[in-house]
């Protein structure tokens, strides 16, 4: 199937650990992005990468490290996690930057 | 600070229906107007973009944008039950192409 996949689905785990979230899109788009989304349901841009080149990045904390290895992949670190980062995280790919974005089934994160 | 206002809501309307479900938006450079549905505990899902002043058709959905008075709207006809979601307009602008949502209207229809 064409889509935007994330993985993993559901990521719960301890305030102060380290995680990772994998996008992967075979839509053969060039830019992927990662959004936020709060509990009051608002998404939010963090990051964006047109053809492995990060061209958004958001007032986001540094302990979020997005990484782009090829066009068709884009994943995403925190750090130091927090109870503040409990959100969904959203991966999304458009095939050029002003195109429709595709958005993928989401990572809910939730910090104990 | 570019922004995109939209009606939290609910906006309830009974089956068969027109909904009607607007949003505004704060930067005059802004090209390209999305309409994303959201079900509960989903992703958004693309319902119709448009780029040009006017209304863009699409089966029971229309887009109608007004760049003078920086206004986009979504209309639905026919409103089923199934169609009860969060309605999400996003609008994209500026150099760097960056979408800006909005909060979202929650729509409810009533059999």
């Known amino acids: 199937d064409t889509a935007v996949s994330q993985t993993p689905k559901y990521l719960v785990t301890q305030m102060g650990n380290d995680k990772s979230i994998k996008c992967e899109q075979n839509?053969?788009?060039?830019?992927m992005y990662w959004y936020k989304q709060d509990s009051k349901k608002f998404l939010k841009i963090m990051f964006s990468?047109?053809?492995?080149?990060?061209?958004i990045n958001e007032t986001v904390p540094n302990r979020f490290s997005p990484k782009s290895p090829d066009k068709a992949h884009l994943n995403l670190h925190i750090n130091s996690l927090e109870l503040g980062d409990s959100a969904v995280y959203f991966c999304?790919?458009?095939?050029?930057?002003?195109?429709?974005?595709?958005f993928g089934d989401g990572t809910r994160l939730s910090i104990l | 600070q570019k922004e995109v206002e939209q009606n939290s809501g609910p906006l309830s309307v009974p089956e068969g229906a027109i909904a009607s479900l607007n949003c505004t938006y704060s930067d005059r450079g802004s090209q390209s107007f999305f309409w994303y549905r959201q079900y509960s505990g989903k992703s958004p899902e693309l319902i119709m973009f448009?780029?040009?002043?006017g209304d863009k058709e699409d089966g029971r959905f229309t887009a109608q944008l007004n760049k003078a008075s920086q206004y986009v709207s979504l209309l639905i006809r026919d409103s089923q039950p199934s169609d009860s979601a969060t309605y999400l307009c996003a609008v994209n602008g500026g150099s760097n192409y960056k979408l800006t949502f909005g909060k979202g209207t929650l729509l409810t229809v009533n059999p």
């Open positions: 839509l053969g788009h060039d830019t």
């Open positions: 990468y047109n053809n492995k080149e990060l061209i």
């Open positions: 448009i780029y040009s002043n």
């Open positions: 999304a790919s458009s095939l050029l930057r002003a195109q429709p974005q595709h």
